[in-house]
T-cell receptor, first 113, second 111 residues
Framework: DSGVTQTPKHLITATGQRVTLRCSPRSGDLSVYWYQQSLDQGLQFLIQYYNGEERAKGNILERFSAQQFPDLHSELNLSSLELGDSALYFC????????????FGQGTRLTVV | EDQVTQSPEALRLQEGESSSLNCSYTVSGLRGLFWYRQDPGKGPEFLFTLYSAGEEKEKERLKATLTKKESFLHITAPKPEDSATYLCAVQIFGGYQKVTFGTGTKLQVIP
């Protein structure tokens, strides 16, 4: 158990809908990262937050947004869902001064039908 | 654009047959290179971080090395429980700390 909690584990939704994925980082970790992993692609970095502020942005679509709350949990919002958004979404967290060694959650498997 | 290429895509070894996985990278200013292990349906599990050419790290049957253009993950006398996908990732300097992952090497160790 990495200490990073993601909910829900599985999500099935229809095209055009909006979903929210939730992540609770390890105790003491200030950084939260979101990644997307499709069957035919590696882990794609989406976005990083550090202590509530956006720190880095990767290939995140405009239909996707994220935030980190004062209690450090984070949410990834995916809207106007398309079939191609079906993937595993991982959250990871890291502590200050650890060189961004990240601990990953178990992921949320999103299926868009 | 930062690029990370892992080879081979898949590797099948007999138990006890040592081998190496390769991660080559093209980045503008490497801050760190990471190795992770990922089991099916699970999140990646951290193995090593390497920061400078010549650096080596070891953990049980695994040893990671780093040069200016690539990293190797050496697996000595592997066991079936070492079967997993091994991911390499790089982090660059430059105002933000984006991490770029390779697509991984899927290792299968046969008893």
């Amino acid at each position: 158990d990495s200490g990073v909690t993601q909910t829900p584990k599985h999500l099935i939704t229809a095209t055009g809908q909006r979903v929210t994925l939730r992540c609770s980082p390890r105790s003491g970790d200030l950084s939260v990262y979101w990644y997307q992993q499709s069957l035919d692609q590696g882990l794609q970095f989406l976005i990083q937050y550090y202590n509530g502020e956006e720190r880095a942005k990767g290939n995140i679509l405009e239909r996707f947004s994220a935030q980190q709350f004062p209690d450090l949990h984070s949410e990834l919002n995916l809207s106007s869902l398309e079939l191609g958004d079906s993937a595993l979404y991982f959250c990871a967290s890291s502590a200050p001064g650890t060189g961004d060694r990240a601990f990953f959650g178990q992921g949320t498997r999103l299926t868009v039908v | 654009e930062d690029q990370v290429t892992q080879s081979p895509e898949a590797l099948r070894l007999q138990e006890g047959e040592s081998s190496s996985l390769n991660c080559s990278y093209t980045v503008s200013g490497l801050r760190g290179l990471f190795w992770y292990r990922q089991d099916p349906g699970k999140g990646p599990e951290f193995l090593f971080t390497l920061y400078s050419a010549g650096e080596e790290k070891e953990k049980e049957r695994l040893k990671a090395t780093l040069t200016k253009k690539e990293s190797f993950l050496h697996i000595t006398a592997p066991k079936p429980e070492d079967s997993a996908t091994y991911l390499c990732a790089v982090q660059i300097f430059g105002g933000y700390q984006k991490v770029t992952f390779g697509t991984g090497t899927k290792l299968q160790v046969i008893p």
